[in-house]
């Protein structure tokens, strides 16, 4: 398998622009995560998935993150607004049966300028 | 709420001085807890799994003891290619909470 697949790897844009970043799990996996990841906050959870459904969004910022699952193989992070503020690294990660064993993905860069 | 705290911030070392790192945590419930190594511009990459206290898991170079309050990360003899942030996570037991709450991690730098 080629593990979790994320894109962009980097994505420069400008405050108020819209951004969406993809994932794809890993075969067979039945949970999906986003976590962010910054110098002052660490790996912070953003909103997880499980068979396609969101269990968990307490970690969504506000109202300007939106994250689905439309299918077992793919998912998608949606900023709109962006601000400067939401630069950040972004991982997904997979698991299966809930274990803590998590496969994450190499991050989604986003700057906002 | 499940809090992991993870000390020091940052460790140097020689090539061959071991030493060792420290998670300590609180959850509601733990069903596991878990390390994981992450390299500069990578995701994290999964190490262990420790479900109770007193349990053990080794893997090369690397020990990983808990207890009821904390864990330890060992590191006999490390080389530079043990360089790397160190993260420690928890699980906590309710079937609704299946996230890892991770720590801040720990830098090391080995030094030939």
């Known amino acids: 398998d080629a593990g979790v697949i994320q894109s962009p790897r980097h994505e420069v844009t400008e405050m108020g622009q819209e951004v969406t970043l993809r994932c794809k799990p890993i075969?067979?996996?039945?949970?999906l995560f986003w976590y962010r990841q910054t110098m002052m906050r660490g790996l912070e959870l953003l909103i997880y998935f499980n068979n396609n459904v969101p269990i968990d969004d307490s970690g969504m910022p506000e109202d300007r993150f939106s994250a689905k699952m439309p299918n077992a193989s793919f998912s998608t992070l949606k900023i709109q607004p962006s601000e400067p503020r939401d630069s950040a690294v972004y991982f997904c990660a997979s698991s299966s049966l809930g274990a803590g064993e998590l496969f994450f993905g190499e991050g989604s860069r986003l700057t906002v300028l | 709420e499940d809090q992991v705290t993870q000390s020091p911030e940052a460790l140097r070392l020689q090539e061959g001085e071991s030493s060792s790192l420290n998670c300590s945590y609180t959850v509601s419930g733990l069903r596991g807890l878990f390390w994981y190594r992450q390299d500069p511009g990578k995701g994290p990459e999964f190490l262990f799994t420790l479900y109770s206290a007193g349990e053990e898991k080794e893997k090369e170079r690397l020990k990983a003891t808990l207890t009821k309050k904390e864990s330890f990360l060992h590191i006999t003899a490390p080389k530079p290619e043990d360089s790397a942030t160190y993260l420690c996570?928890?699980?906590?037991?309710?079937?609704?909470?299946?996230?890892?709450?991770f720590g801040s991690g720990t830098r090391l730098q080995v030094q030939p």
């Open positions: 075969s067979g996996h039945d949970y």
């Open positions: 996570a928890v699980q906590a037991q309710d079937t609704g909470r299946r996230a890892l709450t």
